[in-house]
């Protein structure tokens, strides 16, 4: 699984666009990108997930170069209640490479404030 | 929206005891995943289950820990014997199939080892 690099915080007020950045220079071809938010003393909760170009979902959008060595999570108008640590994962197409096991970095801890 | 349910919330133990954390998939996901994160610390893969046996384990997850699902429904984590560096919170994780889907985690039980 290729390795990750993310901010280790960010900080944002209300209603400002946030947007993290990944790096993960060693992504396969068969690897895909799934961006997870995690709240104090929660489970990871899934925001959004790509291969390539664009995604859009009601909570966020995520972002892949041509060259997908990168992905920025981009997270609209924030509110106090996307205070969380976000975390970018990598992940193979290829069932038997890793069975769908994620690597969890320490991900990005953003927190947002009035 | 379908959720994975976890039991216990929380688990005080003592020392050498053994422990078991259950889980309630989602109906109809066939892959199956226990987490750990140590307080302060990022998430850790433990093991993967599919088709009735381990695909994949990690380091951590040692001869004092196994995993079933005894009854179709239930996955369970099983500690023989736990010591204090098993304090933890962990959480289950269930997908509906192939490697390109969404891992839906659990709440998560905090197992306390005194």
């Known amino acids: 699984l290729a390795k990750t690099t993310q901010p280790i915080s960010m900080d944002s007020y209300e209603g400002q666009e946030v947007n993290i950045t990944c790096s993960h220079n060693n992504i396969a071809t068969n690897d895909y990108i799934t961006w997870y938010q995690q709240f104090p003393s929660q489970g990871p909760r899934f925001i959004i997930q790509g291969y390539k170009t664009k995604v859009t979902n009601e909570v966020a959008s995520l972002f892949i170069p041509a060259d997908r060595k990168s992905s920025t999570l981009s997270l609209p108008r924030v509110s106090l209640s996307d205070t969380a640590v976000y975390y970018c994962?990598?992940?193979?197409?290829?069932?038997?490479?890793?069975?769908?096991?994620?690597?969890f970095g320490a991900g990005t801890q953003v927190v947002v404030t009035p | 929206e379908p959720e994975v349910t976890q039991t216990p919330s929380h688990q005080v133990t003592q020392m050498g005891q053994e422990v078991i954390l259950r889980c309630v998939p989602i109906?109809?996901?066939?892959?199956f995943y226990w987490y750990r994160q140590i307080l302060g610390q990022k998430v850790e893969f433990l093991v993967s289950?599919?088709?009735?046996?381990?695909?994949?384990k990690s380091e951590i997850f040692d001869d004092q820990f196994s995993v079933e699902r005894p009854d179709g429904s239930n996955f369970t984590l099983k500690i023989r014997s736990t010591k204090l560096e098993d304090s933890a919170m962990y959480f289950c994780?269930?997908?509906?199939?192939?490697?390109?889907?969404?891992?839906?985690f659990g709440p998560g039980t905090r197992l306390t080892v005194l």
């Open positions: 109906s109809n996901h066939l892959y």
């Open positions: 994780a269930t997908k509906a199939g192939g490697s390109y889907n969404e891992q839906f």
């Open positions: 994962l990598v992940g193979s197409i290829i069932l038997t490479d890793s069975w769908g096991k994620f690597q």
């Open positions: 289950f599919y088709n009735n046996e381990i695909s994949e």
